[in-house]
């Protein structure tokens, strides 16, 4: 019987150069004034982050009537690229010191809007791992475009101190998914390791001999 899968299983964050130095270091000021423990405001971010989504996969088909009003189906010919139900990336974060990580992200879509020299922000990746940290896959995302930043609300009723989350939607043209097996990290039938000790057993050495 196989473990489930557990969510949890991933490492994501936004790229270092997810903003030019210059303009982080403009963030500093305020870090520093909100006692945020962290050297710069993508790394700030970045320990918010609370999940990604990737999309599906869904086939829109052609079909053909036949004689008798039979419905015929047929195989779409989209590029294998474009046969995902969307090209977005939605990512969800913690709203944390007063939504101040909300407005910092804020601040930095409407930077990449007004950003006429780079139509794309550098490659996101998903590094998938097992129970060990040890990386099994990675997908990674090129060509991304900043699309939409979810809403926040201002709510003098509410007195009591709930998890809050937002959403940034990212827009990818391109993904590539890669496997990260290696022949030597392979267990092949016929090459089972030797066992040198089990716990209550008499298998392996007997340090007293």
Same mark, same amino acid.
């Given at each position: 019987?196989?473990?489930? $899968? %557990?969510? $949890? %299983?991933? !490492?994501?964050?936004?790229?270092?150069?997810?903003?030019? #130095?210059?303009?982080? &270091?403009?963030?500093?000021? +305020?870090?520093?004034?909100?006692?945020?423990?962290?050297? #710069? !405001?993508?790394?700030?971010?970045?320990?918010?982050?609370? /999940? !990604?989504?990737?999309?599906? +996969?869904?086939?829109? @088909?052609? @079909?053909?009537?036949? *004689?008798?009003?039979?419905?015929? /189906?047929?195989?779409?010919?989209?590029? !294998?690229?474009?046969?995902?139900?969307?090209?977005?990336?939605?990512?969800?974060?913690?709203?944390?010191?007063?939504?101040?990580?909300?407005?910092?992200?804020?601040?930095?879509?409407?930077?990449?809007?007004?950003?006429? &020299?780079?139509?794309?922000?550098?490659?996101?990746?998903?590094?998938?791992? =097992?129970?060990?940290?040890?990386?099994?896959?990675?997908?990674?995302?090129? &060509?991304?475009?900043?699309? $939409?930043? $979810?809403?926040?609300?201002?709510?003098?009723? %509410?007195?009591?101190?709930?998890?809050? =989350?937002?959403? *940034?939607?990212?827009?990818?043209?391109?993904? =590539?998914?890669?496997?990260?097996?290696?022949?030597?990290?392979?267990?092949?039938?016929?090459?089972?390791?030797?066992?040198? %000790?089990?716990?209550?057993? #008499?298998?392996?050495?007997?340090?007293?001999?």
């Amino acid at each position: 019987m196989r473990l489930s $899968s %557990q969510s $949890s %299983q991933f !490492v994501f964050n936004l790229p270092a150069n997810f903003l030019p #130095n210059e303009i982080v &270091e403009t963030y500093t000021p +305020i870090l520093e004034k909100n006692w945020v423990q962290y050297d #710069n !405001v993508i790394d700030y971010i970045n320990s918010t982050i609370k /999940s !990604v989504s990737f999309p599906g +996969i869904s086939f829109e @088909m052609p @079909m053909q009537i036949r *004689m008798r009003g039979k419905e015929r /189906s047929f195989k779409p010919s989209k590029n !294998v690229q474009d046969i995902t139900t969307t090209h977005d990336l939605n990512i969800t974060f913690r709203s944390v010191d007063s939504d101040l990580n909300y407005w910092l992200l804020f601040d930095i879509i409407t930077k990449h809007y007004l950003d006429t &020299e780079n139509a794309f922000i550098g490659p996101f990746t998903i590094t998938c791992v =097992d129970i060990h940290r040890d990386a099994i896959y990675v997908i990674k995302f090129y &060509e991304i475009i900043l699309k $939409s930043l $979810s809403e926040i609300n201002f709510n003098y009723s %509410q007195q009591k101190v709930n998890a809050k =989350d937002f959403t *940034m939607a990212f827009h990818f043209n391109f993904y =590539d998914i890669e496997f990260l097996l290696h022949k030597k990290k392979v267990l092949e039938v016929g090459e089972l390791p030797n066992i040198i %000790q089990v716990i209550g057993g #008499n298998i392996g050495p007997n340090p007293m001999s």
